[in-house]
């Protein structure tokens, strides 16, 4: 039985460096957000193909042989193993009090409610959160830096690829020591996210353009996080969209 290595301090440095460049060019001029736009779209592709031909219908076979409460259950259960990463990013951003809050909901969770498998902590007023190491860059003035549709795992910005990498060296689900175990895990944990998101596909492909529709769902939903809810009122409603209608 072997342990994850850590998380690469100097391949953290280097990317903070190179968002540092990313920023300092947006400072120039408005950076293009999807510069890789012909390799996703291909991307894109690749992964609706292995989607409707491996991924959902896995899914709905999930759903057909699963009772109702397993699935709730599994959910909370990573949902769980997962929020060790919430807690280090609260407070590396600097919320302490939530921070603290978030760890005694994991602890209310992992105690009560039996390795997390039931959600106490909501019926207790703990609410949950969701921070990531993408969301503490962006909050310490980093760049998303370039857009890019991964084979097999979607969207992602650099940043958010990148905190990707250093979350999964917090969350428990990868600290199991047994690797075919954590690997098992990690197939469940997959295949509960894409049973959560049936129902999607039909929107998703019934859009004008699936690729755009998605990826500028993807940019809200980063931008939400990352602003915690509180979007600007000049997003929500762009003054030049107004000047078009008066005219």
Not at 5 to 12: D, K, S
Not at 109 to 132: Q, V
Request: glycine share 8%; hydrophobic share 40%; net charge negative.
């Amino acid at each position: 039985m072997s342990k994850q290595p850590a998380f690469p301090v100097m391949g953290l440095l280097c990317v903070l460096l190179l968002a540092g460049c990313a920023s300092r060019q947006a400072a120039d001029r408005e950076p293009n957000p999807d510069p890789f736009e012909p390799m996703n779209r291909a991307m894109f592709r690749f992964n609706d193909v292995a989607d409707r031909y491996v991924a959902e219908p896995v899914a709905r076979g999930y759903e057909k042989a699963t009772p109702r409460a397993l699935r709730i259950g599994a959910t909370n259960f990573f949902e769980n193993l997962k929020y060790p990463i919430t807690i280090v990013n609260q407070f590396l951003q600097g919320k302490v009090r939530e921070g603290g809050a978030d760890l005694g909901r994991f602890l209310v969770n992992c105690t009560i409610g039996l390795a997390g498998i039931f959600d106490p902590a909501t019926e207790m007023g703990l609410k949950a959160h969701d921070e990531d190491f993408g969301q503490t860059l962006a909050v310490w003035g980093v760049s998303e830096g370039p857009f890019f549709m991964v084979p097999l795992f979607g969207p992602y910005t650099l940043t958010h690829g990148l905190g990707t990498l250093a979350d999964n060296q917090v969350s428990l689900l990868s600290q199991y020591p047994d690797s075919s175990v954590r690997f098992r895990l990690w197939v469940w944990d997959r295949v509960q996210r894409r049973y959560r998101l049936l129902g999607t596909e039909e929107e998703i492909r019934r859009a004008y353009d699936p690729y755009l529709f998605v990826r500028d769902a993807y940019f809200q939903n980063r931008r939400y996080l990352i602003l915690d809810g509180n979007i600007p009122d000049e997003e929500l409603f762009p003054e030049d969209e107004f000047e078009d209608f008066e005219e």
